[in-house]
């Protein structure tokens, strides 16, 4: 997974190209302006890592099990008190 710093590795390279040397100081406040507004943005977000995301994913399976198991047992005690 790409993170914010391989973004902005990858638009330094990329605005370096076009930017003549005597742009480099507008080229950086850019970069720092650039860089500041989009931490911000993403600190906004409610993200989470692909471990987090993978262990809720893997609780969720567990409980559908439960759940699952669960409703068999109730069904098969209906079964019962009807019979």
């Known amino acids: 997974m790409k993170g ?3 973004f902005f590795a990858q638009l330094q ?3 370096g190209q076009f930017v003549p040397d005597m742009a480099r100081a ?6 720092a ?3 500041a507004t989009v931490m911000t943005v ?3 977000l409610e993200l989470v890592t692909r471990e987090e995301f993978d262990a ?3 609780v969720l399976m567990k409980t ?3 759940v699952e198991a669960l409703e068999k047992r ?3 005690l209906e079964k019962l008190i009807q019979s």
């Open 42 to 44: 993403l600190s906004k």
């Open 26 to 31: 507008a080229k950086d406040d850019f970069e």
């Open 64 to 66: 559908r099990e439960k």
């Open 4 to 6: 914010p710093q391989d």
């Open 56 to 58: 809720q994913q893997a």
């Open 33 to 35: 302006q650039a860089r």
């Open 13 to 15: 390279g990329q605005f």
């Open 74 to 76: 109730v069904a098969d």
